[in-house]
Nanobody
Framework: VQLQASGGGLVQAGGSLRLSCAAS????????MGWFRQAPGKEREFVAA????????FYADSVKGRFTISRGNAQNTVYLQMNSLKPEDSAVYYC?????????????????WGQGTQVTVSS
């Protein structure tokens, strides 16, 4: 599965962005999906995950209440709506797909990764 993440950019603190993750030529309905991020000099960290059905979601404490992960109606896109952005949210954001787990915050349980999209939040 080839994943393509998009939607990053520069936004002021308090603003919003919506990231998208699409698969080339196939549905993502059979995969649990996740978003991760990596800031310069830091390890990659879990952000949000959604089950293959879309019925269950899970968030890192740092983004809970501000970010929302969802699946598109066509089941070939996964979104990350990011509201009330903070400078500490600045990072490269990656989407990932898992055939191993139903819903997981562990990066080692994701089989497929997209290229990152940069999110920069200015203060």
């Amino acid at each position: 599965v080839q994943l393509q993440a998009s939607g990053g950019g520069l936004v002021q603190a308090g603003g919003s962005l919506r990231l998208s993750c699409a698969a080339s030529g196939r549905t993502l309905s059979n995969y649990a999906m996740g978003w991760f991020r990596q800031a310069p000099g830091k390890e990659r960290e879990f952000v949000a995950a959604i089950s293959w059905s879309g019925g269950s979601t899970f968030y890192a404490d740092s983004v809970k209440g501000r970010f929302t992960i969802s699946r598109g109606n066509a089941q070939n896109t996964v979104y990350l709506q990011m509201n009330s952005l903070k400078p500490e949210d600045s990072a490269v954001y990656y989407c990932a797909a898992s055939t191993i787990a139903t819903q997981t915050p562990h990066d080692y349980e994701y089989n497929y990764w997209g290229q990152g999209t940069q999110v920069t939040v200015s203060s």
